[in-house]
């Protein structure tokens, strides 16, 4: 158990007769972030439930900070957890403040420090005026905010990103770069998965109720099998298409004077070097998350 | 006990926030000092207290008006939450779901108290100002306000058993509306149907009486028209108390028992429902 913050052994969770989980298999390290990535429905959102205790598995165990979670369902393990809920709904007739301030009671922390919890997602001006009013970008950023009370050691976030502006979006990893670096574990989950790149140490893909694959978003890249794509404008047809015995295989023209090669990862520098010289807009382009998942959907299904 | 205290609180500003307060004050104040002066008309000749008229008028409001406002102000309390997406995050912190319940139980019953305490104060003090006759129907008149409350939380408590049963708020609404039908019309008309109907053949003295406690407002009605001879020689209703023979302690354990059981109930369901 050393060092795992949840561990999640052959859970199936169902509402009614309709199957959410089945048979998943999960562990989370402490001072990781994770991306759980998937499409609406895939089961994102009740593998966050499970480990919250708002759920129970019908089959299969949870365990989180030691402790499972439905055990006691005031078990004092979840002062430890930050949750964000996928479109968070507030109280609409509590002010900025005040909803911290409720928030903050029931996990017995300080109210004292909220007004610097406020600043640091950019509602210090806002504290006093009703939810009711406040846009979408704003909720989700108190909504983050109460995620973030009592220095967590388990965040939840479920789709944190949605209706946050780019300029917050960089604020709010940045956030979570420092709750990692003192030790907390983090979930995100998402449907956007480009979103996650540079973000996560891993993602694990679910899809129907089960994991597809799992894994750092570079070795995913290796199994999926698919190979980068190096793009560039040549005034006229490249080296390598006019004389033949060439090693590299053929540049498709893409219209405009644009070709485009692919190529194993390993080769990329050779290919770029046997490019000419006047050769300009040169992109590599590595397959994105989105491609990737495409490739284990297709696989899956 | 914190959590309790810290949802009481919320609902309790939620209650003043959104003129919950303010309106069920006002609307009960109107009501109660119209009733209390028109009604108190005949009180010049037949040498009755003025508080007792407005007691017997009052207690006849409140079976009406205390058990909707409950419901209105409860039914939606958990499904409500459910289906806004609030609860969730709610029972993610440290709060077990009883004390939610009890939380807003708390916070509901002092929303209530509010109303029922200020809306009516006011009116027995302008009673007793106009009148000025004698102090002897004041513990009447707050036993009255007092019990008025307690109605209040017991059709709180049902609201919550009610939201935590049924799977969306139209329903809930629906549902708490047909409970106050039953319980303040329709439970009272069967009754005196099956009375007339049956001519004292199988339902006996013993068996009215039971059947009468198994209805809360009725509860209600017989601590308040009978809690004084003077009241209950104006309510009608001295023939009933004196047969019925319960001792107001007895009544008052009974309204308590029946707040109790539908809050355990409303407990158990939620504790059962996914959220």
């Known amino acids: 158990m050393s060092g795992a913050t949840v561990v999640m052994r052959g859970v199936t969770a169902r509402y009614g007769r309709h199957v959410a989980i089945s048979d998943l298999d999960l562990e989370l390290r402490a001072g990781e972030c994770v991306g759980l990535v998937g499409h609406n429905g895939a089961g994102k959102s009740t593998a966050i439930k499970l480990m919250l205790g708002l759920l129970s598995p019908a089959a299969g165990q949870v365990a989180v900070l030691g402790a499972t979670p439905t055990a006691g369902r005031s078990a004092q393990g979840r002062r430890q957890v930050g949750y964000l809920?996928?479109?968070v709904a507030l109280y609409p007739s509590l002010t900025g403040a005040e909803t911290l301030g409720f928030f903050a009671r029931l996990k017995g922390q300080p109210v004292a420090a909220n007004s610097a919890l406020l600043e640091r997602v950019g509602l210090a001006a806002a504290a006093r005026r009703r939810v009711g009013g406040y846009s979408k970008g704003m909720r989700q950023r108190l909504g983050l905010a109460q995620a973030l009370l009592g220095q967590p050691r388990l965040l939840l976030l479920d789709e944190p990103t949605t209706g946050l502006d780019p300029e917050v979006r960089q604020h709010f990893y940045e956030i979570l770069r420092n709750l990692r670096r003192d030790g907390a574990t983090i979930l995100l989950s998402s449907h956007a998965l480009a979103e996650l790149e540079g973000q996560v140490d891993r993602v694990i893909?679910?899809?129907?109720?089960r994991k597809i694959v799992e894994g750092a978003i570079a070795e995913l890249r290796g199994l999926a099998a698919v190979k980068p794509r190096i793009r560039a404008r040549l005034a006229h047809p490249p080296a390598a298409v006019v004389a033949p015995p060439d090693p590299r295989p053929e540049w498709k023209p893409l219209g405009?004077?644009?070709f485009e090669t692919t190529c194993e990862e390993s080769e990329v520098a050779v290919a770029l070097r046997d490019l000419p010289a006047f050769a300009d807009q040169v992109e590599i382009l590595r397959p994105s998350l989105d491609e990737l998942y495409a490739a284990f959907q297709a696989g899956a299904s | 006990m914190r959590p309790i205290a810290i949802i009481a609180g919320k609902e309790l500003r939620d209650g003043f926030r959104n003129r919950w307060v303010v309106a069920t004050t006002a609307l009960l104040a109107a009501l109660a000092l119209t009733l209390a002066f028109l009604g108190s008309a005949p009180t010049g000749s037949v040498k009755v207290s003025a508080l007792g008229v407005t007691i017997v008028s009052l207690s006849s409001l409140t079976i009406f008006l205390v058990p909707l406002i409950a419901l209105l102000l409860s039914y939606d309390a958990i499904v409500g939450e459910a289906e806004r997406g609030t609860l969730a995050l709610l029972l993610a912190y440290p709060v077990a779901r009883w004390q939610v319940v009890l939380g807003k139980f708390a916070g509901h019953l002092a929303v209530l108290?509010?109303?029922?305490?200020?809306?009516?104060?006011v009116v027995g003090g302008a009673v007793q100002w106009t009148g000025g006759d004698d102090g002897g129907a004041w513990a009447a008149f707050v036993m009255m306000i007092v019990t008025s409350i307690l109605l209040g939380g017991v059709f709180v408590a049902i609201g919550y058993l009610v939201s935590a049963l049924v799977g969306?708020?139209?329903a809930a609404g629906g549902v708490a509306i047909g409970v106050w039908l039953v319980f303040v019309l329709i439970y009272d008309m069967a009754l005196l149907g099956a009375l007339v109907a049956d001519q004292g053949r199988t339902i006996s003295a013993g068996a009215l009486n039971v059947l009468l406690l198994l209805n809360?407002?009725?509860?209600?009605?017989l601590i308040n028209l009978t809690s004084s001879p003077n009241v209950s020689a104006l309510a009608g209703v001295a023939g009933l108390g004196a047969s019925a023979g319960f001792s107001p302690t007895l009544l008052v354990a009974v309204l308590?028992?029946?707040?109790?059981a539908p809050l355990v109930a409303a407990t158990a369901a939620f504790a059962r429902r996914s959220a």
Do not use: Q
């Open chain 1, 256 to 258: 405009d004077g644009r």
């Open chain 1, 205 to 209: 893909v679910m899809n129907r109720g």
């Open chain 2, 216 to 221: 809360p407002t009725d509860v209600y009605r």
């Open chain 2, 168 to 170: 969306d708020r139209g």
């Open chain 2, 113 to 121: 108290g509010c109303a029922t305490a200020i809306g009516y104060g």
């Open chain 2, 256 to 260: 308590a028992a029946w707040i109790l």
């Open chain 1, 85 to 87: 809920p996928e479109n």
